[in-house]
């Protein structure tokens, strides 16, 4: 079992910049790789950023060059710097981690229970 918590959600204004942070305990040893999701009220589930344990990362689009993912499972923290904040940024962020799947069929997922981010005008 892996247990992820979040923190440094908040409420910023447009073009700001925030930093959150998610820690990993329990079997952190099996974690592959970790990475930020967002999620709003009726809507899917999208990856944000998303890092492995040998260092490389990946963006949606619509934050290239705006958030940074750094840390990983080597100091069991991930954090996700994000700047120039826009409106539709706003979101619960959740925090993602991955293990290898014994059966070969998939990795397994873990989730932290999400902080809020809002981007206001």
């Known amino acids: 079992q892996v247990q992820l918590v979040e923190s440094g959600g908040g409420l910023v204004q447009a073009g700001d910049s925030l930093r959150i942070s998610c820690v990993a305990s329990?079997?952190?040893?099996?974690?592959?790789?970790m990475a930020w999701y967002r999620q709003d009220p009726g809507k899917e589930r999208e990856v944000v950023a998303a890092?492995?344990?040998?260092?490389?990362?990946y963006y949606r689009d619509s934050v290239e060059g705006r958030f940074t993912i750094s840390g990983g499972n080597a100091e069991n923290t991930v954090y996700l710097q994000m700047t120039n904040l826009k409106l539709e940024d706003t979101s619960v962020y959740y925090c993602?981690?991955?293990?290898?799947?014994?059966?070969?069929?998939?990795?397994?997922?873990?989730w932290g229970l999400g902080t809020q981010v809002t981007v206001s005008s």
């Open positions: 329990g079997d952190t040893a099996c974690i592959s790789a």
């Open positions: 993602n981690a991955r293990c290898p799947n014994p059966a070969g069929l998939g990795d397994l997922h873990y």
């Open positions: 890092i492995t344990n040998s260092g490389s990362t």
